[in-house]
């Protein structure tokens, strides 16, 4: 697969079954004494998007934001600042697309470490979802965050 005219190797969705995987019982994550799930919210980017969906979140509740933006997970640059700042107050924001296709990479077209948000990968908005409360079930550097989108 070529993105951003470079070659890229994950092409196989699926792992060897002779290979250890941690999933399953194996997983790192644990519903051991979860009553509920942390909420996330999914925000879909669009045209002369502002902050006050993203900060509405946040007020609502949201431990963590994923936005469904364009093609690499792109949105407007005031909708990528009221991230950065929901993201260095600590609420964890995953760049995702809407597109059908595609992956959203990490440091591509988004300084995702300036902004400390993490990039989503081959996931869906809906899949970055469930990943990332799980994720959040326990306390977690944000490097650690997206080892978790780059493994998933």
Known sequence: MIVQRKVVQRAYYRRSISTREPRGLDS???????SALPRVDIIEAYENMDGTLIDAAVAAGAKGIVIAGVGNGNMTQAALAALAKQSKKG???????RVVTG?????????????????????????????????????????????????Y
């Open 28 to 34: 790192e994550f644990s519903l051991d004494g979860v």
């Open 103 to 151: 992956r959203v990479g990490r440091n591509v077209e988004v300084d995702d470490d300036k902004l400390w948000l993490v990039a989503s990968e081959d996931l869906s908005p809906q899949k970055a979802r469930v990943l990332l409360r799980l994720a959040l079930l326990k306390q977690r550097p944000l490097g650690d965050i997206q080892r978790i989108f780059e493994e």
């Open 91 to 97: 609420i964890v924001c995953v760049r995702s697309s």
